[in-house]
């Protein structure tokens, strides 16, 4: 299994930002998916998650702010960020396949890099 996420970078406060994360090398509809971020000093903290069936989570903070979808069809899930603070600057990682056993997801991409200028 194979996660590659891109679309991260440095944008204004203020800005938007589209994350794709697309997968290789296994069955992407039935799995559960998320996104994650890790800033320097800080523990990683999951900000979004969709179901297979398509329903999400969002932590509190972006909240109305970050759009989590999936295209199945394209193996192919996205993170929409608007109205991006500087305290979500983080390196952002996509997961794939939520363990029960493990309480957490079997894999996991390289990260992108969302750097947001104030």
């Known amino acids: 299994v194979r996660l590659v996420e891109s679309g991260g970078g440095l944008v204004q406060a203020g800005g938007s930002l589209r994350l794709s994360c697309a997968a290789s090398?296994?069955?992407?509809?039935?799995?559960?998916m998320a996104w994650y971020r890790r800033a320097p000093g800080k523990e990683r903290e999951r900000v979004a998650a969709?179901?297979?069936?398509?329903?999400?989570y969002y932590r509190d903070s972006v909240t109305g702010r970050f759009t989590i979808s999936r295209d199945n069809a394209k193996n192919t899930m996205y993170l929409q960020m608007n109205s991006l603070k500087p305290e979500d600057t983080a390196m952002y990682y996509c997961?794939?396949?939520?363990?029960?056993?493990?309480?957490?997801?079997?894999?996991w991409g390289q990260g992108t890099q969302v750097t947001v200028s104030s």
């Open positions: 969709i179901s297979s069936s398509g329903s999400t």
């Open positions: 997961a794939l396949g939520w363990s029960p056993r493990s309480g957490s997801y079997d894999y």
């Open positions: 090398g296994t069955i992407f509809s039935g799995n559960a």
